[in-house]
């Protein structure tokens, strides 16, 4: 019996070893890390990120809050980051990765495409906390949110042809809101925000809950159909849910 004893322990040991030098990334893919090991040591203030077509970087839908690093760096839902404090990122899994390794408070460099182009900016990661004390102080805003007067179900995310852009299609403008009052028409395209380009659904409806209301937005759409858009800038009294 000793033997097995000994052929137990020496198979236990290897285990024990193999799992040590497993990579961060081999842990993730096999479903067996833990989250002391992976878990993000710096927050950038988006929604999770998710690897864009082809990966060519990594993507997310939407900025969370006002003041995080995303949104002081110019960041938007739609862009694919493709370099992050000078590596080269191509999948979420090594954006992750660089998330844990990156101090909190450490400035860094981002590379991104936004409409096909490559754009630069730098940003100052934050810890955890932070970014839930800056979401929880916009929830907790006294002026309230903005209203647009849309039905976000309803909205689509469309390309427009002739052009490198993306926009959100308002496919149901409800009657006598805000949208409605200033001459948004069902159709048409948004495709910026308050001087802030829009490219996803979950952006724009971010942007319209923090437009502070009873103020004016510019919103600049594109109205038409086939080839044929013409782009209308329209002012916006918002309105308070």
Do not use: C
Not at 71 to 96: P, Q, S
Not at 131 to 157: H, I, M, V
């Amino acid at each position: 019996m000793a033997w097995v004893f000994v052929a137990l322990l020496v198979f236990f040991v290897g285990a024990a070893a193999f799992t040590a030098v497993i990579s961060p990334r081999q842990a993730i893919r096999s479903g067996g890390f833990t989250p002391t090991v992976m878990k993000p040591k710096s927050f950038l203030g988006v929604d999770s990120f998710d690897t864009a077509d082809n990966n060519l970087g990594v993507t997310f839908a939407n900025v969370e809050a006002p003041d995080t690093p995303a949104d002081k760096a110019g960041l938007v839902g739609g862009d694919i980051i493709t370099k992050f404090d000078g590596h080269e990122v191509r999948d979420e899994d090594e954006m992750t990765e660089l998330m844990v390794a990156t101090p909190i408070g450490k400035t860094v460099d981002v590379e991104f495409l936004r409409d096909g182009e490559k754009k630069t900016t730098k940003l100052t990661t934050i810890s955890s906390e932070e970014n839930r004390r800056l979401t929880a102080l916009f929830e907790k805003r006294p002026e309230g949110r903005g209203q647009f007067g849309y039905e976000e179900r309803d909205s689509e995310e469309v390309e427009i042809p002739g052009t490198n852009l993306r926009g959100v299609k308002l496919n149901n403008i409800l009657q006598s809101r805000p949208a409605d009052l200033a001459g948004i028409k069902q159709g048409d395209i948004v495709i910026q925000f308050g001087g802030t380009p829009i490219r996803t659904k979950d952006e724009f409806l971010v942007r319209v809950r923090r437009a502070l209301p009873y103020t004016t937005v510019n919103v600049v759409v594109m109205r038409g159909e086939n080839d044929k858009f013409e782009k209308i800038e329209i002012p916006v009294k918002m309105g308070k849910v």
